[in-house]
C-alpha cells in the first residue's frame, strides 16, 4: 500500500490532546487494511520525524437504535497512536 493511502486524517480529541502533551505521541485514522509498519513507514515519510512505537486501536461498526428499533449503522474505524521520538515533533494545529 502506497504511503499516502495510509494516513487518512489526524484524530482531535481530548484523549488525543492529553497523549500527545505527557507522551509526545498524535493520533491518526488509518487505513483499515494498514499494519503497524506500514504506519510508520507513512509517518516517517510524510512529517520526517523518527517513530518509536505505533499502537492500534480498531473499533467496530455497530446497530444505531432508537427507541428499540434499528434506525442505521455506525461505520467502524482504526485509529493509531503513533509515539514520537524524543525530540521529534509534528505541529498540525499549533498556530491556529
Known amino acids: 500500500m502506497d504511503y499516502t493511502q495510509v494516513l487518512l486524517k489526524p484524530l482531535i ?5 492529553t497523549a500527545k502533551e505527557e507522551c509526545n505521541s498524535v493520533a491518526f485514522y488509518v487505513h483499515p487494511s494498514a499494519n503497524k509498519i506500514e ?6 515519510k510524510v512529517f520526517d520525524v523518527s517513530v518509536e512505537a505505533v499502537n492500534i486501536v480498531n473499533r467496530k461498526s455497530r ?3 432508537r427507541f428499540g428499533r434499528l434506525v442505521g449503522r455506525i461505520a467502524g474505524h482504526k485509529k493509531a497512536y503513533v509515539r514520537l521520538a524524543p ?4 505541529d ?3 498556530g491556529v
Open 87 to 90: 525530540g521529534s515533533k509534528i
Open 63 to 65: 446497530d444505531r437504535k
Open 92 to 94: 498540525l494545529f499549533e
Open 39 to 44: 504506519i510508520k513507514k507513512a509517518v516517517e
Open 13 to 17: 480529541s481530548e484523549k488525543a490532546t
